[in-house]
């Protein structure tokens, strides 16, 4: 797939450092309640942790108990979503639609009045202070 940010697989190592790589341009996943987004509700922009692009609005966060930072929606426009078969699973993906950055899954099982939940690791955002 094509992004307008385009970067080699070395220029991304070298900016987001190999933790955050791993997450964003290796569909890496961290240990759940190990990110420092998981409990976190100040207000403010959680933005893509490659490329700053703003991804969800504070107010649109919610504690679903999983583990990970998790939205009922993301900012329209944001995030992209791609068919992911892989560990024996039918999912889908949510990535930066700025830099195709993995950001997590969404899931049609959040208990808001969207019925989603995006799953998010925390080292695939920054978090922008109100």
Same mark, same amino acid.
């Given at each position: 797939?094509?992004?307008?940010?385009?970067?080699?697989?070395?220029?991304?190592?070298?900016?987001? +450092?190999?933790?955050?790589?791993?997450?964003?341009?290796? #569909? +890496? !996943?961290?240990?759940?309640?190990?990110?420092?987004?998981?409990?976190? =509700?100040? /207000?403010? !922009?959680?933005?893509?942790?490659?490329?700053? !692009? *703003?991804? =969800?609005?504070?107010?649109? /966060?919610?504690?679903?108990?999983?583990?990970? *930072?998790?939205?009922?929606?993301?900012? *329209?426009?944001?995030?992209?979503? @791609?068919?992911? /078969?892989?560990?024996?699973?039918?999912?889908?993906?949510? @990535?930066?639609?700025?830099? +195709?950055?993995?950001? +997590?899954? @969404?899931?049609?099982?959040? *208990? !808001? #009045?969207?019925?989603?939940?995006?799953?998010?690791?925390?080292?695939?955002?920054? =978090?922008?202070?109100?």
């Amino acid at each position: 797939m094509t992004y307008p940010i385009q970067k080699s697989e070395e220029q991304w190592l070298a900016e987001l +450092g190999r933790e955050r790589y791993n997450i964003l341009r290796q #569909k +890496g !996943t961290e240990f759940p309640r190990s990110g420092k987004y998981n409990l976190h =509700f100040e /207000k403010g !922009t959680y933005g893509c942790g490659a490329c700053g !692009t *703003p991804l =969800f609005e504070s107010n649109a /966060k919610f504690d679903a108990h999983c583990g990970w *930072p998790s939205f009922d929606e993301a900012i *329209p426009g944001t995030v992209k979503y @791609v068919l992911d /078969k892989t560990h024996g699973m039918t999912r889908t993906e949510i @990535v930066c639609e700025n830099c +195709g950055g993995h950001l +997590g899954h @969404v899931f049609n099982d959040g *208990p !808001t #009045k969207t019925g989603e939940r995006f799953c998010v690791n925390s080292l695939s955002v920054d =978090f922008i202070e109100e």
